[in-house]
């Protein structure tokens, strides 16, 4: 007989400790991997439904359940040097009247423009979402109410100014 390896009565080899732990890991090895690739396949699509969740997909804005949730945040932070926030609520005029006219893909384009647009006008520490069809909202930190309406007015112009070069 040799040392570590024992026969059975039915003189089949039995495994010694050395057999045993390989023979865990060859069953073992793949449970494993499969347990960490569905880990890991599981944190994506988590992930990937957060986000579909809490951005509008037509604007990439927040939606509007996630803007509130946000801002709800930051004002129970608190504003950086006590001051004030102001909310802007917009709505795009006439706007029927472009899915009406031109069909909901340009209405489509037409928002996304808007949204992209909000984004540039608003600094990066303010929150715009989409609150719902042709409506918005934005959250503008730390700002007067004379410095929102500064604000409210240069992306009007910007639209403005957008609509008059079609």
């Known amino acids: 007989m040799m040392e570590g390896i024992s026969l ?14 390989a023979a865990l890991m060859f069953v073992l090895g793949p449970m494993i991997q499969a347990m960490v690739v569905l880990s ?7 992930a990937e439904l957060r986000t579909m969740a809490s951005t ?15 801002a ?16 802007l609520m917009i709505d795009l005029d006439e706007f029927k009247q472009i899915n009406d006219r031109y069909g909901h893909r340009a209405g489509d384009r ?13 600094s ?12 918005f909202c934005a959250l503008l930190p730390g700002l007067s109410s004379a ?6 007015e240069r992306t009007r112009m910007a639209i403005e100014q957008q609509m008059t070069a079609l």
């Open 40 to 46: 890991w396949v599981n944190g994506r699509v988590a």
């Open 147 to 152: 410095e929102a309406g500064a604000i409210a």
């Open 8 to 21: 059975s009565a039915d003189s089949q080899q039995a495994t010694g400790p050395l057999h045993t732990l």
């Open 124 to 135: 990066p520490n303010d929150l715009a979402g989409r609150y719902g069809g042709e409506e």
């Open 72 to 87: 709800r945040q930051r004002l129970e932070r608190g504003i950086p040097g006590s001051r004030v926030a102001a909310m």
């Open 56 to 70: 509008d997909e037509l604007t990439g804005l927040a939606s509007r359940r996630s803007f509130f949730s946000l």
């Open 110 to 122: 037409a928002l996304a423009h808007f949204a992209g647009t909000l984004r540039r006008t608003l």
